[in-house]
C-alpha cells in the first residue's frame, strides 16, 4: 500500500503558448493512494491493485477553445490486475485488465481520451542470446469531446526481438501495428499503420 501527495505547476506552454496558453492557470495538486497484493506461485504470479486520485485545479485542455483550463475537482481511481506464467524455462505469457473511472467531479462526466478498459496479453521467449515478444493491446472506447463523439476501441498487435551477436553488440527489430489497425488515439489525428523498425544496440 502508498499514499502520496503531488504538485504542478503549468508549463511554459500552457501558461504562454499563442492561441492554447492561460495566464491565469493554477498549479495542479493531488492526492492518491493504492492498495494491491502480489502472489507468486510456483510457474505463475498473479497482481491486483486499487488505486484513487484525487485533483484539486487539475491542467486540462477546454474541447471548445484549446486553451488550456483548470478543472477544479477531478477523481481517477480503479484496479489493475496481473497474470505471468512461465511455461517453460524460454517461453513465457502474461496479460494484465486496467479498469478507470476517470471523472470530472462538478459534471459526473469521463475525462476525455481516458478509456473505461485496458488489456495487454503477450508471449515472450528467451534462449541464449534470442530474445522475442509478442504483444497485444486493446484500448476501449473513450469519450473525446474536441470531436464529439466516443472513439471506437480498437486492438493492436506488436512483435519485437534482439539477437546479441557479440558481447558488446546486438541486432533489434520491432515491427507495430501488424494487423494495419486504422484507428485514432485522438479524434481526428491518425496513427501510422503497419510499421518496421532494425538496428544496431551497442553496450559498453
Known sequence: ??????????????????????????????????????????????????????????????????????I????????????????????????GYTYLDARDEATDEMLPLRPRDKVASGITYADGGLSLEAVHRYIGERPDVSAQKDLSPYDVFDMSGSLRLTKHFLITARAENLLDEDYEEAGGYGTPGRSYYGGIKAEF
Not at 38 to 54: C, E, G, H, L, P
Request: proline residues 4%; negative net charge; without cysteine.
Open 1 to 70: 500500500a502508498s499514499y502520496g501527495t503531488a504538485f504542478r505547476a503549468p508549463s511554459l506552454n500552457e501558461l504562454y503558448y499563442p492561441f492554447y496558453g492561460n495566464i491565469d492557470l493554477k498549479p495542479e495538486e493531488s492526492i492518491a493512494w493504492e492498495a494491491g497484493m502480489d502472489k507468486a506461485f510456483a510457474r505463475a504470479n498473479v497482481s491486483v491493485t486499487y488505486f484513487d486520485q484525487k485533483y484539486e485545479n487539475l491542467i486540462a485542455s477546454d474541447p471548445l477553445t484549446w486553451a488550456a483550463v483548470n
Open 72 to 95: 477544479a475537482e477531478a477523481k481517477i481511481r480503479g484496479v489493475e490486475t496481473g497474470l505471468s506464467y512461465r511455461l517453460t524455462n524460454s517461453i513465457g505469457l502474461k496479460t
